[in-house]
């Protein structure tokens, strides 16, 4: 199969040119770049897409999703939810260990890998537990995971409460070659919290979440990376505690990393507005300075990679009680769009910037070959960042619907995705017509 | 030229279609907080009306016959639901009460299988109380049936606010200015929150106080201030209780001490028992307020609970009339009118 893509904007974030390019995929690879494309001599058998000044880029890279399989069916699967991937744009997914069961053995992770060849919409890269059912006792084994196919550790959904566990799987995984992603909360400090805490949780009567019970734990764990000099990825940032301690492991010169989620950048805790468990998730949606400030943190790379956290659940789960309602929204959908709306139309980044928080330095984290360097493999999507759209979760290719961002109106619409030359998803049409 | 993307179809809602939308096209009263001054002070007016019905020899003001009022308790209560059954009574309304304490999770059945049990039944009213916040919304989102709340979680308990400002409005003729105290576990306090938005939008001037472990960690979204309101915190009790025209105990809940926002509840009562001597750099005619059920000789002192300066047992017989007002104004009926 070959395809040559016409009157593209081509970002490609990682050499830093931004500019009109012709791209020619054959055989799933990348054959040819700009005005070489068109007189390749696979030119002649390509199909033509014109992508009439739209944006393609390599395709977004997501290193935090839950895919809820094996075990979680009902929420999503790894069908529903790579479909859902590539509707927003992805190529690649990290998948998180907090199934049923738990990714803590190697057989588990190769089903995934299986799983994920089979019916896969994108690759798949599972992340394997720290500890044996995430029960924060003891390690897995960590080296036939790896063998098996885990790109990284995490206990995710959940923190390594005991530092010195901690620092041993550290110091483990640093001989493996993988980093280690933390889930860093105080479990204590954040007691029966089921938002942030502050003015709205007083005012809804509602048990709070101390911004200190994540920056506390961020700090304990780059400490641990400065104590075993291993490779710290850090999760879902949410608090300007957190980004300053982030920033300052960087200027010590420790080997980590941080991500934070889309809603951390759009939203703050008055989503939750009248009690909406769409707006529930961990990290909870913080106050307004804490979301400037992790924006800023993105912006000036300290944040260098922007994450989902994509956690579908059933609307049942989420149809009731508040505080009783699971933690998690989805976001792999609405990602791209969220960003750009709230960061590059706003003119608070640049293009190019957010492209490599989604791509360049998700698949620096994940060890990922670039898709737009001659003869790799062409994972591509294409966007209009022009069009808006309204977001209605009931159009979601992801089986979960709970989204803080229904009735958003949006900016960057992803018009196709490809996966090796593969179209994976295709709204070229639907949106020209 | 950039493709462009139009779409035509509806913004979705969380709430299922057809589902009746809470706001000014429906009475319900889930909380204070939302109820606006002429709403506030019309329900006021007709409690004190009604008031005056239970002191006639029928004690009694059928406006409500044949509507179907269900108390559905979540969480145990007694005195709060005996209070509605009489209103209801009162009004002559048909009343059933359920009483279900625990969790509908810890139970197994979801808040919406109660939500369709309410509307197979046929009910008009729904007297709800809940260990959760913001159930009393989530109902009134999906039921045809108005939803009054009886005190969700933390948050609100809307009928006692408003008795506890009818108390006070029968003995000061206004709040604007006043200054009063609600000491004890603001933070955990339905009652308090109900209160505080009472008398705020009323215009009086209230202080928070208890340990710092108990008060909201961030008061400046209590409270309206636009009506001339005002809420400040205090931790020391003195400080509270300086000048105040009412001080309101509130009950301590002994779970606070298990989850170790407290040491101990001698500690509490050391600091914050409610006694005479306490009460004297208070107004001359202080007056005391308390929610009830009370932990003598803890938040309240026997002494001060059975004094002329506290308004306890008005507080139980007020609730009975603010009750048959609110379950008049939900069902459309100014509570005035109905109750000459």
Redesign the interface.
Known sequence: MTTLFVNARLADPTSGSFANEDVLVDDGRVAARGTSARTHAAAARAETIDLAGAILAPGLVDVHVHLREPGQGDKETIATGTRAAAAGGFTSVACMPNTAPVLDEPARIAWVLERARKVGAARVHPVAAITLGLQGERLTDLAALVEAGAVAFTDDGRPVSRAGLMRHALAYAKDLGVPVITHAEDLDLRGDGVMNEGAVSARLGLAGMPAASETIAVQRDLELAALTGARLHVAHLSTAGSAQALRAAKARGLDVSGETAPHYLALTEDAVGSYDTNAKMNPPLRAAEDRDAIAQALVDGTIEIVATDHAPHTPFEKQGEFAAAPFGVVGLETALSVCWTHLVAAGRMDALALLRAMTTAPRALLGLPDPLVLGAEADLVAFDPEATWVVDPVRFSSKGRNTPFAGHTLSARVLGTWMAGVRTYDALEQVRT | ?????T?T?A????IPPGSPEPGPARRDLLDL?TLPKADLVRLLEGAAAFRRVLATPSRKKAVLTGTAVANVFFESSTRTRVSFEWAAKRVGADSVSFVSAG???SKGE???DTVWTLESMGVDLVVVR?E????P??LARRVSAHVINAG?????HPTQGLLDARTLLDHKGSLAGLKIAIVGDV?HS?VA?SALWAFTRLGAHVTLCGPTALL???????GDRAAGGSVRTAARLEDAVEGADAVMALRLQTERME?ANLPSVADYARRYRLTRKRLAGAAKDVLVLHPGPMNRGVEIASHVADSPKSLIREQVANGVAVRMAVLCWCRGLDPVEAAS
């Open positions: 030229m950039s493709p462009v993307l779409e179809h913004v979705p809602s969380p907080e969790s509908s999770v979801s808040l919406l809940h959760s916040a913001g159930v919304l989530f969700d979680g933390c948050h609100e933070a339905r929150r909201p960690v961030d008061a400046s979204a209590l989850r």
